[in-house]
């Protein structure tokens, strides 16, 4: 029965032979008295409402009750999907519900938070961003607000960028990096994935924190293309996520600079930090992180932060992680929040002041 049919179902209460509106029914020698409830018989049938309608509330399942989506806005492979995987099947364990992993990659990793931002706000869909989602909005227009369209979840783990140097180059330290590129001006460049890619702006960063540092973008496809022109002279610097710069550095084929995060990598401890080394203030790693769609009732949040924050201090969990390098974190969605909030601005200012447009 259909909720309109049954506000207007003639059979109850409008029915002119219901009980009460039969005329026959007071001539059968019965008094009004005789309908009228006793104080006991209210009672039990107040307590028997109550339960009556406390009823659907009480049958609602417990969070989680079907599968979890966690949406990854890039290709399968790489450590973007490593990462899904592993936090999914701990919540799989704990919960005994499957976490699906769905690949939407494209329109410059927008498609996947878009998607998540016009789910249901139920707690069944996540999307894991990293930091090109909050450098895309100050290139390009967005089909979602970062900040209103979400809620965060926690921020799974970061990983330090390293810079490095060909071995060629007189170069040991950011001050003498710094102090050659001076004196060799437009001669030294730099290279990075792609215009307007994470490296480019992070390298742009850098520029504008120490004066007169102004090596030339020279923009590849992709990373390892970089790489591999780094590591044959072709430039003379190029900055990347510290795991695919080890097996190089510890083999000698490049040198490194300095680590861009603001405290040093435990993988390559003998390495100062950009701050450290004369860059004051320059702090950036490569965030990767949960959220869910704007909107999500706290209990949810918390059951899933919190479970989330514990497989991230699993022994197996920090072991698989750590070896590929990345820096776990798990703080709480309000931090998480503020971190997304900063590092839209930040991002935003760096790509005003380069004048970095994506076509």
Do not use: C
Not at 78 to 87: K, M, S
Not at 238 to 254: D, K, V
Not at 281 to 306: I, Q, T
């Amino acid at each position: 029965m259909t909720r309109s049919s049954q506000g207007s179902d003639p059979g109850v209460g409008s029915d002119p032979g219901f009980l009460g509106s039969d005329p026959g029914f007071r001539d059968s020698g019965f008094r009004d008295s005789a309908l009228r409830p006793s104080p006991p018989l209210l009672a039990l049938a107040a307590l028997a409402l109550a339960a009556l309608l406390s009823a659907p509330a009480a049958a609602q399942p417990s969070y989680p009750a079907k599968p979890l989506r966690v949406i990854v806005p890039f290709p399968p492979g790489g450590g973007v999907d490593l990462l899904a995987r592993v936090v999914g099947a701990k919540l799989t364990e704990a919960w005994g519900q499957p976490v699906l992993v769905e690949h939407r990659p494209g329109a410059s990793a927008t498609l996947g938070p878009d998607l998540v931002a016009k789910s249901p706000p139920d707690g069944y869909t996540l999307v894991l961003i990293t930091t090109t989602f909050t450098m895309t909005p100050g290139l390009q227009k967005v089909p979602y607000d970062p900040v209103r369209d979400f809620t965060p979840v926690t921020l799974l783990a970061v990983v330090p960028n390293i810079v490095m140097v060909h071995p060629s180059l007189p170069a040991r330290s950011l001050k003498e990096l710094v102090a050659l590129a001076r004196s060799r001006p437009g001669q030294l460049t730099y290279g990075s994935s792609g215009y307007a890619s994470v490296p480019h702006l992070a390298m742009e960063m850098l520029r504008m924190t120490v004066p007169r540092f102004d090596p030339v973008h020279v923009p590849y496809k992709g990373n390892s293309q970089a790489l591999t022109a780094l590591l044959s002279g072709e430039i003379s610097i190029a900055g990347t996520a510290l795991p695919s710069a080890m097996p190089y550095i510890f083999n000698g084929r490049l040198r490194p600079i300095a680590v861009t995060s603001a405290h040093r990598s435990p993988a390559v401890p003998q390495v100062p930090t950009l701050d450290e080394s004369g860059a004051r203030g320059y702090e950036y790693a490569s965030d990767f992180g949960l959220l869910l769609p704007a909107r999500v009732p706290a209990d949810v949040l918390n059951k899933l932060h919190n479970e989330i924050a514990r497989a991230l201090k699993m022994p197996d969990v920090v072991e698989k992680l750590s070896s590929q390098g990345y820096e776990i974190s798990g703080v709480g969605p309000d931090e998480y929040a503020a971190k997304i909030r900063a590092s839209l601005a930040k991002w935003a200012e760096v790509i005003r002041v380069a004048k970095i447009r994506q076509d």
